[in-house]
């Protein structure tokens, strides 16, 4: 339970953590299981509504698995098992031809599998990414929390200051929270936590690390892209050009032909994530769970798309695919940056995920490496707490060293975000025709092997220290 002083004294917990998101709800819930007393403050009255962030990838359903949730987000989640990469030859202006009556782009010739891969033998054991909306994420954390902890999440608390201290961590929040007395209005009021350890995991916009003064290296990128989840537009296996194969114009009950290895599936299904490459950009497609889809389109350097209905004609335009926009639940525009910190560990200060490591979120990598920091570190913020209380974080060789591979793995993850980022820009002529060879060849030969294993981030879980035993509550 939350340790509740007289005014002068404030509050106090083992490890403070800032940010209610995904990571740092996991942190949480990773040392109240080892009976480290971890609270949660988030800026959010309520919970996010939109989707946001959705792909969790064999490394983070092993963290969902480590706290009891693994069964559960497999259940509301949808698999993506395999995914295709296909050209369109022909840009937006030139050789497009609508039948009114078919409803349908003529023409099919223009567009080209350039093969498939799946995660088979990269995760046998989990042989999928798993996209959940981020909304969902959070619920079943943020339900997860309370049953070890019911007032270990304290929404409506900003942080407005801190104090590295030679006891600890003081922290100042400013709260709108109601504390029952008056059902109409809630008064603002500051309240000073301390705690042993504070952690950062309050996103890409950190309060804690501007306060903190830690320094990043900051990278901007010119791509834009646009991004929608609607309706599915067919169900699976059969649609407008999805669900198509090598046999695009066969009449119904011709035999299909085996197709050549690493060319496609035979029929692309409600579990198949599109990457479609053209002269305009690239329009990728992810499922999301209850036959709903997740869009996104690149948009050039200076965008003008923001709406549902810009989202449809980019889609239509690039791949022949009809989305209704009428059904879409969320529309963002998003541009793409790199922020990384020179050091996670300042004092009794820790900064995780995207405070410490904002990547494109091209590839979707975000979560799944947030994760991997609060399981690499979770023991070891408990070793501090039970065993030494008498150093800076920096000055423990092991959390140093912790520290240091959590900031690799998010520099090999940007790298990847990045060589996506560029496969997707807008190309014709010698530069596309260069890339979707070695797109071809790649997917057609056992490399595909390798670059599935590299999407699953399967290099992520390398060097990941040993848990420690958990101390009893």
Do not use: K
Not at 126 to 141: A, I
Not at 456 to 470: D, E, H, I, K, S
């Amino acid at each position: 339970m939350l340790t509740d002083a007289a005014d002068s004294l404030g509050r106090s917990c083992e490890v403070l953590i800032v940010g209610g998101g995904p990571t740092g709800l996991l942190l949480a819930i990773l040392l109240r299981q080892r009976g480290v007393e971890a609270v949660v403050l988030e800026r959010r009255q309520r919970p996010g509504a939109h989707s946001r962030a959705i792909g969790l990838h064999p490394p983070a359903l092993d963290a969902l698995q480590a706290v009891g949730l693994e069964e559960i987000a497999l259940a509301r989640g949808a698999r993506i098992a395999h995914g295709t990469a296909r050209r369109h030859g022909s840009s937006t202006s030139h050789h497009r031809e609508h039948d009114q009556d078919r409803g349908q782009y003529r023409g099919r010739e223009h567009e080209h599998s350039l093969g498939w891969l799946s995660f088979e033998r990269s995760w046998p054991a989990r042989p999928f990414v798993l996209s959940l909306p981020q909304s969902l994420t959070e619920e079943l954390l943020a339900s997860r929390l309370a049953e070890l902890a019911p007032d270990a999440l304290r929404r409506g608390e900003d942080v407005v200051g801190l104090e590295d201290a030679p006891t600890g961590m003081r922290v100042w929040t400013r709260s709108s929270r109601s504390d029952g007395t008056d059902a109409t209005a809630a008064r603002p009021r500051v309240t000073r936590w301390h705690a042993s350890v504070l952690v950062g995991a309050d996103g890409s916009h950190s309060t804690v690390r501007a306060l903190a003064g830690v320094e990043t290296a900051l990278r901007t990128y010119p791509d834009t892209y646009l991004m929608g989840d609607v309706a599915d537009p067919a169900p699976p296996g059969r649609s407008e050009g999805h669900g198509r194969s090598q046999d695009h114009g066969r009449s119904e009950g011709s035999a299909r032909p085996a197709a050549p290895p690493g060319t496609g599936p035979p029929v692309e299904t409600s579990s198949t994530a599109t990457i479609h490459l053209g002269p305009d950009g690239v329009v990728e497609s992810f499922p999301l769970p209850d036959g709903r889809r997740r869009w996104v389109a690149h948009t050039g350097t200076a965008p003008s798309a923001s709406s549902a209905e810009d989202l449809a004609a980019l889609v239509r335009a690039r791949t022949g695919q009809r989305i209704d926009p009428l059904t879409c639940s969320m529309v963002s525009a998003f541009t793409v940056r790199r922020r990384t910190v020179r050091t996670m560990l300042s004092g009794r200060l820790v900064l995780i995920g995207d405070a410490a490591h904002e990547i494109s979120p091209i590839g979707g990598q975000g979560i799944t490496l947030g994760w991997l920091d609060a399981l690499a570190l979770a023991p070891l913020l408990e070793q501090v707490i039970t065993r030494d209380l008498r150093h800076r974080l920096e000055d423990m060789p092991l959390l140093r060293e912790a520290a240091r591979r959590r900031l690799r793995a998010a520099r090999l993850a940007s790298r990847l975000a990045e060589l996506n980022m560029v496969l997707g820009r807008p190309r014709s002529g010698p530069l596309a025709r260069g890339r979707d060879a070695v797109i071809r060849a790649v997917l057609r030969s056992p490399l595909r092997h390798r670059m599935a294993w590299a999407y699953a981030m399967g290099w992520a879980v390398r060097g990941r220290p040993a848990a420690l035993p958990r101390r009893r509550a």
